[in-house]
DNA sequence: TTGACACATGCCGATACCGGAATATGATCG
DNA sequence: CGATCATATTCCGGTATCGGCATGTGTCAA
């Protein structure tokens, strides 16, 4: 019985499954910039950013599998917009680390009453 | 005189100058993580995440040259810390967007309101 | 139906990135 | 000093990603 091979290629979660992926790359984050006053037809985004109109159609591809924009076809123009809950993995990830460093500054505080209480003491 | 040539590399920010791509990487969020309960010398990380010395290195080096990391020299172990003070850039972003958010659920509402005041006065 | 418009997709070359293996550096200990 | 431990760095092959260009798809208008 031949023995399974494992992918060994998983260096980097793919960029259309990874929120983090999705907005690394500086263009992306103009076009969800672009976004940000509203919906707004791909044609309009070609040309308040100056990027040429496959890009930005492959970029909205990549902001749209991961959930961040949402399309709408109206004719033959597809107004994209926002969708700010996806932007929930951001904030949980800050959070943790927010309520991480609170919790060290909390226990620091702790620490220094205690040195102050022993000090009192004496 | 020749013409200079210009430079047409500027594809992606570097990932050594830009938090964004710097957490992009699913292996270096892993080694954030590992650090958040405080300093940890780099062997420590090596077994807490399952991964090659080499590897953990290498994304200290990246997480350290966006500030996200610093160092301390202990005899010959070197210990990592967090530095959460360099996620602001990513606070900023993402506070746009709340922000924005807010403001159109604000102009939505005082619409809504003028509907309303609209309908009262019938 | 034909053509024009708005957009998406496929293909390509160049580049960037990742991980493994081997090796270099630097501190400690005997 | 030589050996060993802890970590950093270098080299390399494989792969992912990006942007440009050309082309495909679907919609409207005449």
Redesign the pocket.
């Known amino acids: 019985m031949p023995i399974p091979e494992y992918d060994?290629?998983?260096?980097?979660?793919?960029?259309?499954s990874d929120v983090f992926?999705a907005i690394?790359?500086?263009?992306?984050r103009e076009v969800l910039d672009a976004l940000i006053d509203g919906e707004k037809?791909?044609?309009?985004i070609?040309s308040d950013l100056s990027?040429?109109?496959?890009?930005?159609?492959?970029?909205?591809?990549?902001l749209s599998e991961v959930g961040l924009v949402r399309?709408r076809?109206?004719?033959?123009?597809?107004?994209?917009r926002l969708e700010p809950a996806h932007l929930q993995p951001f904030r949980d990830w800050l959070a943790k680390y927010e309520r991480a460093l609170n919790e060290r500054l909390d226990r620091m505080d702790a620490y220094l009453k205690e040195l102050q209480r022993q000090g009192d003491l004496q």
């Open positions: 060994r290629s998983v260096a980097r979660a793919s960029t259309t992926n690394a790359d500086m263009h992306r037809a791909v044609g309009a070609v990027m040429s109109q496959p890009q930005v159609s492959k970029h909205l591809r990549v399309c076809a109206e004719g033959r123009r597809r107004l994209y």
